[in-house]
């Protein structure tokens, strides 16, 4: 049996930076919202596409297609990793424009 469990860690952080709290809170939506917005977007469309062609495969094959979990995957970790930056405020680490881990 092939494990398929998705792990997402984030590091405590000793200290997070004031100004970039101040920076995130006033301007993060121009600098966060806007360019991981509408990248995530489009990439939210292909992964419901993905998901719809997995359910098929999963319904005629009995197995959830590697390259189609990988994909969605990525798109949960990098919607994650922005939630985390910006909303959360649980980093100082701007996330990188990838679902890779």
Known sequence: MVDSTVKFTIDYP?????KKLVLKTL???????IPHGICLFFYGIAAGIAT??????VLFTGRY??????????????GLRVGAYWGYLFTDKYPPFSGKE
């Open 14 to 18: 000793e200290k997070l930076s004031r």
């Open 27 to 33: 301007l993060g939506w121009l600098y966060v919202g």
């Open 52 to 57: 719809f062609i997995a359910w098929w495969a």
């Open 65 to 78: 297609p590697k390259g189609l979990f990988e994909f969605i995957v990525g798109y949960i970790r990098w």
